[in-house]
Each structure stands twice: as structure tokens, then as C-alpha cells.
């Protein structure tokens, strides 16, 4: 069974501009959930779908968009990237739909914003 | 702000002693707990789950929760080499929202 897939892998990006990740959970898996990895700051939570739904939101900006489409597969957006965005985006799928937190990572999206 | 914390250690244990990780939540209404261990430049692996009070025997992994203390423990039995890595206390806190520790940065010298 394939993991949850995330790309891309490694992208660097300059102020200002705007990047869009993408994720595949596993398959059967409906939930997804997004989070931001920094040495400072640990992981944060962004927001979490299912069926296309967003069904909560982290304390991120306005900035810091998503979606999900009826395939399960998410995408994430952030515009007007700031030097403090640079850090490694986690995508995580879970198979619960009450939302009991077994989450299964994808590998990760590293973004440099210089 | 519902809040999980952790000693960011390094902790630092022979090979073949018993690893004792701990954590602390702020939520009473948490849910679920987990903890994750994660290897330096690759992404979170679920290892423990527990959701009830006790503990929970997992190979060389045992996790403890006591709701009343509001507390999680990970136990490695036997810990190797191979078991340095970051690990990762979780809880879920109700509304689809998983929160994380800042994690524990375990070392098991040969």
C-alpha cells in the first residue's frame, strides 16, 4: 500500500511569490491534515479536511490556504512568501472519520524562502 | 492554549538500558494520546497509541497515560542504537486537531 505522498520535495521560492504543495494520502484514507515543521517552533498544526471539507484551522495567516478535492488528495497554498515561511510542510493522512489523530506523514515538502 | 510539553533533552542513554520519555498536556478533555518518533531530516512515524489510563506494551515500547495527572510517558526497553531519533508526544485534542510537543531528542550510545 503506497504511503502518502507529497510534492514537491524541495523547492526554493523568493519573497513575495506564492507556492502551492500538494498531497496523496493513502489510499481509503479521507482525512488529511496539514503541518508546518520548524526548529523554533516544533510542529503546528494548519488545518485538516475531509470530503473536501475544512474542518479546522491552525493560528497561521490568512496567507496560508488549502483545499481538498473528491479523490481525498490536498493541496496547500501560501502567497506572498515571507523569509519566516521557509520550513518543512508536513501532509499527513488518518483513516478515522470521528478524528481520533493516528496520523500517517508523507515525507514533506522542504520550502526555502530567500 | 491547550498545550503539549516536553523535556527537549538531549536525553542520553547506554545501549541496552530502559529510555524514559515523559510529557505533559494542558487539555483535560484530550482524547488520545501518541508518540511519534522521528529520525533527523525525515518526516513523523507513528509508534504508541493509547487512549485509556494504564499502560499499553508494544515489543520494546510500553506508553503509560494517566488522565488525572494529565501525563504520557514512552518507555524503551533494551534501547539501541537504533532507537536515536526525536520523539514526538502528540494528543488529540477534539476537533480534528492533532497537536504535537516540541519533542525529546534521545541518544543511545553504543
Known amino acids: 500500500k503506497a504511503g502518502v505522498t507529497q510534492t514537491p520535495r524541495y523547492l526554493i521560492k523568493t519573497r513575495g511569490q506564492q507556492v502551492t504543495l500538494s498531497c496523496s494520502p493513502i489510499?481509503?484514507?479521507?482525512?488529511v491534515s496539514w503541518y508546518q515543521q520548524t526548529p523554533g517552533q516544533g510542529l503546528q498544526f494548519l488545518f485538516e479536511y475531509f470530503s473536501e471539507t475544512q474542518r479546522n484551522k491552525g493560528n497561521f495567516p490568512g496567507r496560508f490556504s488549502g483545499r481538498q478535492f473528491s479523490n481525498s488528495r490536498s493541496e496547500m497554498n501560501v502567497s506572498t512568501l515571507e523569509l519566516g515561511d521557509s520550513a518543512l510542510y508536513l501532509c499527513?493522512?488518518?483513516?478515522?472519520?470521528?478524528?481520533?489523530?493516528?496520523?500517517?506523514f508523507g515525507e514533506g515538502s522542504r520550502l526555502t524562502v530567500l | 492554549q491547550k498545550e503539549v510539553e516536553q523535556n527537549s533533552g538531549p536525553l542520553s542513554v547506554p545501549e541496552g538500558a530502559i529510555a524514559s520519555l515523559n510529557c505533559t498536556y494542558s487539555d483535560r478533555g484530550s482524547q488520545s494520546f501518541f508518540w511519534y518518533r522521528q529520525y533527523s531530516g525525515k518526516s513523523p512515524e507513528l509508534i504508541m497509541s493509547?487512549?485509556?489510563?494504564g499502560d499499553k506494551e508494544d515489543g520494546r515500547f510500553t506508553a503509560q497515560l494517566n488522565k488525572a495527572s494529565q501525563y504520557v510517558s514512552l518507555l524503551i526497553r533494551d534501547s539501541q542504537p537504533s532507537d536515536s531519533a526525536t520523539y514526538l508526544c502528540a494528543a488529540y485534542t477534539g476537533g480534528f486537531k492533532t497537536i504535537f510537543g516540541a519533542g525529546t531528542r534521545l541518544f543511545v550510545k553504543a
Open positions: 493509547i487512549y485509556s489510563n
Open positions: 489510499s481509503g484514507h479521507r482525512s
Open positions: 499527513a493522512s488518518s483513516l478515522e472519520t470521528s478524528g481520533t489523530g493516528e496520523l500517517f
